[in-house]
């Protein structure tokens, strides 16, 4: 059931992407901001039961409305609940929009139009990149967005929907992912005082929250990439100095591709290895952006297959 929960909001998601500033995250960003004037008194304690009712409350309001409907009203009802949730939850339109337009701009030359483009996207300054250093930076973006908003909600929703509770783990995941952002923002910004007790245990909790589907994803693209550079790139990335788990998730991007990443945190130590021309990384150049997409969608597709699998053998077993 969960297959065909993943396989219906994805075609739906390619269909009829949500619209920016749609009623469902216009919802969200109103829980959130509530939670947060609400509970957050600066400490520790308050900081917890804010993080709880902003992410924990609706993830299992999901979960108990899937139970609800497939106790007591039908089975197809409860998967339909599934894969609306879900549909609303991924978001690779979202982020291929802003990703088609900077690749639009960097294919006719524009780079200031091209840099502009990726720090409104990011909200960061502009700095003095080489092209080759915004074609990285534009990759790991990229990397990081069709994580956090496909494949890492798919790990979430697979395992809590294994365990019967329907889309409750792809609520968790995007929740967990937007409440660090957003208060993070509006503290910035000085639209609403946000403790930094309270956006220390939000990057706390997606730490762990992330854990699982940044390696997951990491071993989806090493295989359907190159896989030994992969691993070589993570187990590299691993020993670093406070590793992070988007830095080992890009590491073993760039192995998986074969691709280094110029200016980034991720780049790995210098090897015996990298003396070999066989193994040398070439520079960045735009059609390097299309062997990265490439990647991401094969690791989707992997996903979809192996859902499909794991549905084909409960339902013949």
């Known amino acids: 059931m969960s297959f065909i929960s993943v396989l219906f909001a994805l075609l739906l998601e390619q269909a009829r992407p949500l619209a920016r500033g749609n009623p469902v995250h ?4 109103v ?35 899937y139970v609800l409907l497939d106790v007591t009203v039908s089975w197809a009802l409860a998967m339909f609940w599934s894969a609306l949730v879900l549909y609303t939850c991924l978001g690779f339109r979202q982020f291929s929009f802003h990703f088609t337009q900077i690749r639009d701009a960097l294919a006719v030359d524009d780079e200031p139009l091209a840099k502009s483009l990726l720090c409104q996207w990011q909200h960061i300054e502009p700095q003095n990149w080489t ?29 809590f929907a294994g365990l019967g509770l ?10 967990g992912e937007f409440v660090v952002r957003y208060w993070q923002h509006q503290s910035q910004m000085h639209a609403q005082p946000v403790s930094e007790a309270l ?28 896989f030994e550079e992969a691993i070589d790139g993570w187990r590299a990335y691993q020993a670093s100095s406070a590793p ?23 780049n790995l130590p210098t090897s015996p290895d990298d003396t070999d021309p066989t193994r040398a990384k070439p520079t960045l150049e735009l059609a390097h952006l299309a062997i990265v997409v490439g990647l991401v969608w094969r690791a989707v597709v992997m ?14 077993g």
Request: hydrophobic share 60%; with cysteine; aromatic share 10%.
């Open 244 to 266: 992070s788990n988007d830095g080992l998730l890009l590491a073993a991007t760039a192995g998986a591709v074969n691709l280094a990443l110029p200016g980034l945190a991720v």
């Open 31 to 65: 829980w959130v901001r509530w939670c947060a004037r609400n509970f957050d008194a600066g400490k520790p304690l308050h900081g917890w039961l804010a993080w709880t009712a902003a992410v924990g409350l609706p993830s299992l309001l999901a979960a108990a409305i």
């Open 166 to 175: 329907g889309p409750m783990g792809a609520v968790l995941y995007r929740l």
């Open 199 to 226: 956006q220390n245990h939000a990057k706390l909790a997606w730490h762990w929250i992330d854990w699982v589907p940044a390696r997951v994803t990491a071993l989806s693209f090493a295989v359907v990439g190159n």
């Open 303 to 316: 996903w979809v297959v192996l859902l499909a699998l794991l549905t084909l053998a409960r339902l013949l």
């Open 131 to 159: 092209r080759s250093e915004l074609l990285g930076r534009v990759i790991q973006f990229s990397v990081l967005a069709s994580h956090r908003h496909v494949l890492g909600v798919l790990v979430w929703f697979s395992v």
């Open 26 to 29: 216009a919802t969200m960003r």
